[in-house]
T-cell receptor, first 110, second 114 residues
């Protein structure tokens, strides 16, 4: 079993759609969780940290369920500029080592 | 300001060349990282420096040699690379190397080995 598993992509959605990404992690001792966004041929950029209480930033909502070891990202009212690969990332508690999911590619079409 | 800079942006080298990648941050972060990323794959950790000391080496071949001259700079020295080492090399930094610290990535160096 992979340490961090994400929905396979690609997701092709029309503008204005709501899209949800899911992720599971295997290490129950993990303490911090993130969603990063990576555009083609660019570096990963932090989109959101994920907290147990859930957190929202504009059109983006992240949720963490520690009991199920499950992380989600909801994007509402998708824009063309949301097209990117979304990486689910978990801190391994090993000296800063991050564990990355394989990434989910999102393509928002007009 | 969460900026990490990397030079050069692109590098083409032969298998007998020696070159270096450079990374710099001025956020006062005490942990710095090197990652390698192949196309359509997530980044893979190579090295972690914490307080200018190498703390993690993910069994990286010795043809890659990291160096941390001071708390703001991180280098990756390359020698006798193979074509399969062609990839995007990303540098990142975080306040500390703790279990809750957020890492910020530089734009990367796209390396091609001929």
């Amino acid at each position: 079993r992979k340490e961090v598993e994400q929905d396979p992509g690609p997701f092709n959605v029309p503008e204005g759609a709501t899209v949800a990404f899911n992720c599971t992690y295997s290490n129950s001792a993990s303490q911090s969780f993130f969603w990063y966004r990576q555009d083609c041929r660019k570096e990963p950029k932090l989109l959101m940290s994920v907290y147990s209480s859930g957190n929202e930033d504009g059109r983006f909502t992240a949720q963490l369920n520690r009991a199920s070891q499950y992380i989600s990202l909801l994007i509402r009212d998708s824009k063309l500029s949301d097209s990117a690969t979304y990486l689910c990332v978990v801190n391994s508690n090993q000296g800063g080592k991050l564990i990355f999911g394989q990434g989910t590619e999102l393509s928002v079409k007009p | 300001d969460t900026e990490v800079t990397q030079t050069p942006k692109h590098l083409v080298m032969g298998m007998t060349n020696k070159k270096s990648l450079k990374c710099e941050q001025h956020m006062g972060h005490r942990a710095m990282y090197w990652y390698k990323q192949k196309a359509k794959k997530p980044p893979e950790l190579m090295f972690v420096y914490s307080y200018e000391k190498l703390s993690i080496n993910e069994s990286v071949p010795s043809r890659f040699s990291p160096e941390c001259p001071n708390s703001s700079l991180l280098n990756l020295h390359l020698h006798a690379l193979q074509p399969e080492d062609s990839a995007l090399y990303l540098c990142a930094s975080s306040p500390f190397s703790g279990s809750t610290d957020t890492q910020y990535f530089g734009p990367g160096t796209r390396l091609t080995v001929l």
